[in-house]
């Protein structure tokens, strides 16, 4: 009973635009699964394919050993989390959330106990009578998860829950997700565009990409172990290098890096002498010191110049330049010392880090160097968010 | 096409039937048989002749024709014109004052229209009457003589059409300023402009849906008047209307009747069904319901 | 910047423009002479003719019929075309929407005289029924217009929901879309039932010998009757008017 949902093969087109291009995935009982990608990817396709909403073109889709493709929405053990929450305006809280019930037929006596259960559980039983527009929003989410929780589904479907909450309610109703599938143990199968809401709360994430699944895998492997340049730019920052194998040793062997310097890489993939291999470097594996460090031999070490910095607090951003690469890097301030020599504008600086913490990618695409953020977005980024908008 | 696109075709076919089907049997073949009578000639008994002919057609020419056609196309754009100039002023006016009032002023504006039509322009007779009270304060004041007549002139005809259609080019005109951004016209005087400038390089083409609107729902209805040129207007009055009713009721030549509704129907039929369809194909572009 | 008073001088000129003339008629109502140049002391005359009238009382039962009628069969049809306009956006309904908005614009004197010249070739006997058909093809078109106006804020995701929650198609129109759309629907049918009540020109072109509605036996009055007698009925279809909105205002109220 592992893979309890399973997408075989779907593909689907709108008007001759393929949405969807034969994607497999299996998400398992009880889990998390998030379906992450940018807006356009699919994602939320393949949720109302798995409601019933959509039918695929091609593709079947197994729920529990039972074969649902075609199926209407009504037949199906599925509920689903509308992103505006689609309550129904006529209908009060406490009806809303009896409709499923209602529908199944189920005496009213029982209804109403099974409705106060759910009603507490999101903390509204004062608002039963009320109409859906007297609610806040994120007591409008609330009743929509509960009116699909209480038809007891197979699986709750949840496209983008939180994309119309703003950023405090979000971190709160993100914590009280994670308690309500901790409580009713139901598998969720999550839409979002939000790589910290998909890390935060997945046990398994399916990264999508115009309609091809480019990578499943838990948080951890997704973000330390991307297997392709998009999931690696798409999902926290990264720095990508391309280079050839000059000599391939265990466990670690030599890439030369044109306009940048040779480089010592841990072989986590099958490589041989005179390959092209591409790395991915997230920020903050790099060092930055004004002094060279003295190092063992399996760390790499770089000479460059800053060109710009911002600081967040937290940490500081700094973007090196080593000849043609402009790198980003981060540095934490776990100490501080008054005394300590800033790093600053122009000064020249050595990057260290170690060869277990560059990345080679399976699949490389040129393109997915626009979703890595250049330090004037950044800034533009920060004055943004500054100014209250969070999105 | 797939099976599933085959089963949303039946169900939309299925809806759309009945409503469409009504409106082709009792809309579109009466329209177009009007214009077919055009070409048919009268029986002296008041019914219709049996052969195909130019003649009625021929007939317009009578020269009493171009000048009823004239006069029923200048009252229409003065009219429109007026409705539109005092529309815009008050519509203004209204959608800058509180909401609560503005729902208030707007009531007492859509009231007298639930008032019977002919009613309506019946007071106007009264008001105008050459023994009524108005005629009798003018003539106390000097402004008009005893022996002057305020009905049965086109003037009179133009005063109640602006009566009659004034709230549907006010509303639409409201509707539109409702939503206009003001601080749009406060950026304009901040970037120099004075109140009458701002008004019109800034307000007015923000409010031209509105205007558009405004102008369709007046002068259409106005080219057609029957009823207020019958009441308030005299033979000097006359517009295309009366000369419709008249050749079928009273002179019973249907065919002529034809002949001059067709002229009036493509005079209207053609701009609205462009204007309609540029207006569907601009929907549908601008964000398709992805249903 | 001081705002001009412009506008609002305006507004108040159209608001005494649009009252005058029913002041006037009000007044008039009550006033003993004819055609009241004068004031000739206060009479309740010509409401005891008028109630004293018997076809007035023909024409209004005419007129009921017809508007009760033609409201309940417009209102079925304008919701379906709502329904398939918001629905589908295919060619089909491009056609659709062309056929639905026409009749708005086109001149009630066009539609009367192609009416006529319809029933006419049928050979159909003018009458209620003529009547009855041409008011559901006019009414349709603004039943549609308005339901679709309800529909243009309808999300379609509450529909999706509520198949979603195990609702049959049928079962999510009824319970979810149909109360959604209920205040346009029924918004929609008040209009047609004014616009049917208020109707002149087209019924005076489809009516019959003895078909006459109220309008059709208000405008004889003006003609022959006398004005007196009509200024009475003005003010007591006014106050009717006012009741009607008035009460079914409330009803909206109560459901919403």
Redesign the interface.
């Known amino acids: 009973m592992d893979d309890f949902l399973i997408f075989d093969g779907i593909s689907k087109s709108f008007s001759n635009h393929k949405v969807l291009d034969n994607v497999s995935l299996t998400v398992k009982k009880g889990e998390i699964f998030s379906l992450l990608g940018p807006s356009g990817c699919g994602k939320t396709t393949l949720l109302r394919i798995c409601?019933?909403?959509e039918e695929p073109d091609s593709g079947r889709i197994i729920l529990n050993g039972e074969d649902i493709t075609d199926l209407?929405?009504?037949?199906r053990q599925?509920?689903?989390v509308?992103?505006?929450y689609?309550?129904?305006?006529?209908l009060s809280v406490f009806d809303n959330i009896a409709?499923?019930l209602r529908?199944?037929g189920m005496k009213e006596s029982g209804i109403k106990d099974e409705v106060y259960k759910y009603l507490e559980m999101i903390q509204l039983t004062d608002h039963a009578r009320k109409k859906p527009d007297k609610l806040s929003g994120g007591q409008k989410q609330r009743v929509a998860i509960a009116?699909?929780l209480i038809?007891k589904p197979k699986i709750l479907l949840l496209d983008e829950p939180l994309a119309a909450l703003d950023l405090k309610l979000r971190q709160r109703m993100l914590v009280d997700l994670d308690n309500i599938h901790d409580e009713v143990g139901i598998t969720f199968l999550y839409v979002t565009h939000d790589q910290s809401e998909a890390m935060s709360l997945s046990d398994n994430i399916a990264v999508l990409n115009e309609g091809l699944v480019e990578q499943v895998g838990t948080p951890t492997q997704i973000y330390e172990a991307p297997r392709t340049s998009f999931v690696a730019a798409f999902i926290g920052d990264t720095n990508f290098f391309e280079g050839d194998v000059i000599e391939v040793n265990e466990p670690y062997s030599t890439l030369h890096i044109e306009d940048f310097t040779d480089v010592l890489v841990y072989n986590d993939k099958k490589i041989r002498k005179g390959d092209r291999v591409y790395l991915s470097i997230r920020p903050e594996k790099f060092t930055v010191t004004l002094q060279k460090p003295q190092l063992p031999e399996s760390y790499n070490i770089v000479k460059g110049k800053v060109e710009e910095i911002i600081y967040l607090g937290y940490h500081t951003k700094y973007w090196v330049r080593v000849n043609e690469y402009l790198i980003e890097t981060k540095r934490l301030h776990d100490r501080y010392m008054l005394d300590e020599k800033m790093i600053t504008w122009g000064d020249e600086v050595w990057l260290s880090w170690h060869a277990d913490y560059c990345y080679m990618l399976e699949q490389y695409n040129m393109e997915d160097e626009a979703l890595l953020t250049l330090p004037d977005e950044e800034i533009m980024a920060e004055i943004e968010s500054e100014s209250g908008e969070d999105e | 096409m797939s099976l599933q696109g085959l089963k949303k075709r039946k169900s939309?076919?299925l809806?759309?039937v009945?409503?469409?089907g009504?409106?082709?049997i009792?809309?579109?073949?009466?329209?177009f048989?009007?214009i077919a009578?055009a070409f048919r000639s009268a029986d002296p008994y008041g019914g219709?002749g049996e052969q195909w002919t130019l003649n009625t057609l021929k007939d317009l020419r009578n020269p009493n024709y171009p000048l009823i056609i004239w006069r029923t196309v200048w009252l229409s754009i003065i009219s429109t014109a007026i409705c539109i100039l005092?529309a815009i002023?008050?519509a203004?006016?209204?959608s800058?004052i509180k909401k609560k009032y503005q729902d208030i002023?707007l009531l007492?504006?859509i009231?007298?229209f639930?008032?019977?039509?002919?009613?309506?322009i019946?007071?106007?007779?009264?008001?105008l009457?050459p023994?009524?009270?108005?005629?009798?304060l003018l003539v106390t004041l000097h402004i008009s003589g005893p022996d002057s007549l305020l009905l049965y002139r086109p003037e009179a005809v133009l005063v109640v059409i602006v009566?009659s259609y004034?709230?549907f080019a006010?509303l639409p005109i409201y509707a539109s300023a409702e939503k206009f951004d003001f601080h749009l016209m406060e950026a304009a005087?901040d970037l120099g402009a004075g109140?009458l400038q701002a008004f019109i390089r800034v307000f007015i083409p923000g409010i031209r849906q509105g205007l558009l609107t405004a102008i369709?729902?007046v002068f259409?209805?106005a080219?057609?008047?029957?009823?207020i040129p019958d009441?308030v207007g005299g033979p000097s009055a006359e517009m295309i209307?009366n000369k419709?009713?008249q050749r079928?009721f009273i002179d019973r030549n249907?065919p002529h009747?034809?002949a001059l509704?067709a002229i009036?129907?493509f005079a209207?039929?053609i701009p609205?069904?462009l204007a309609?369809?540029r207006r569907?194909?601009k929907e549908?572009n601008s964000g398709?319901?992805?249903? | 910047?001081k705002r001009?008073r412009?506008?609002?001088y305006?507004?108040i000129?159209?608001?005494v423009?649009?009252?005058?003339?029913?002041v006037?008629?009000f007044t008039?109502s009550f006033n003993a002479s004819r055609?009241?140049?004068?004031w000739k002391g206060f009479t309740f005359d010509w409401y005891f003719k008028l109630f004293s009238d018997k076809n007035i009382w023909h024409a209004f039962s005419n007129t009921l019929i017809i508007a009760f009628s033609s409201t309940a069969v417009s209102v079925v049809?304008?919701t379906?075309?709502a329904?398939?306009l918001?629905?589908?956006?295919?060619k089909?309904?491009?056609?659709?929407?062309?056929?639905?908005?026409?009749?708005l614009?086109?001149?009630?004197?066009?539609?009367g005289?192609?009416?006529?010249?319809?029933f006419?070739?049928l050979k159909l006997e003018l009458g209620l029924f003529t009547i009855l058909?041409?008011h559901?093809?006019f009414s349709?078109?603004y039943v549609?217009m308005v339901v679709l106006g309800r529909f243009q804020d309808f999300?379609?995701?509450?529909f999706?929901?509520?198949?979603?929650?195990?609702?049959?198609?049928w079962?999510a129109v009824k319970?979810?879309m149909i109360?959604?759309l209920?205040p346009g629907i029924a918004a929609g049918g008040l209009l047609a039932f004014?616009l049917s009540?208020?109707d002149?020109?087209i019924t005076?072109?489809v009516s019959g010998p003895d078909s006459t509605t109220?309008?059709l036996y208000?405008?004889s009055m003006?003609r022959h009757g006398s004005?007196s007698v009509?200024?009475a009925?003005?003010v007591i279809?006014?106050l009717f008017?006012?009741v009607v909105?008035f009460i079914s205002k409330k009803l909206l109220e109560v459901k919403e």
């Open positions: 409601a019933g909403l209407s929405p009504n037949k599925v509920n689903t509308f992103q505006n689609a309550l129904f305006p006529n409709f499923g529908i199944s009116r699909a038809n | 939309e076919v809806i759309s009945s409503p469409m009504w409106l082709f009792f809309f579109v073949i009466p329209t048989l009007v009578m219709i005092t002023p008050a203004y006016y209204i800058r002023i007492f504006i009231v007298p639930w008032i019977n039509f002919l009613i309506r019946f007071a106007w007779k009264v008001f009457h023994e009524g009270m108005f005629k009798q009566y004034l709230p006010l005087y109140r369709i729902v259409i209805p080219l057609g008047s029957y009823v009441i209307g419709i009713a079928t249907l009747a034809s509704s009036l129907a209207v039929i609205s069904a309609l369809t569907f194909f549908k398709s319901l992805g249903i | 910047m001009s412009f506008p609002f305006m507004t000129a159209i608001l423009f649009f009252y005058l003339p029913i006037i008629v008039q055609f009241g140049g004068t049809l304008g379906l075309s329904f398939a918001y629905k589908y956006k295919t089909l309904q491009i056609t659709h929407n062309i056929l639905v908005y026409l009749p614009v086109m001149p009630d004197i066009l539609m005289i192609s009416l006529l010249l319809f006419v070739s058909l041409a559901i093809t349709i078109s549609a999300d379609y995701s509450i999706e929901a509520a198949l979603d929650l195990g609702a049959t198609w079962t319970k979810i109360p959604y209920m004014t009540l208020d002149f020109v005076f072109f109220l309008p208000i405008y003006m004005p009509i200024n009925l003005s279809m006014v008017t006012f909105v």
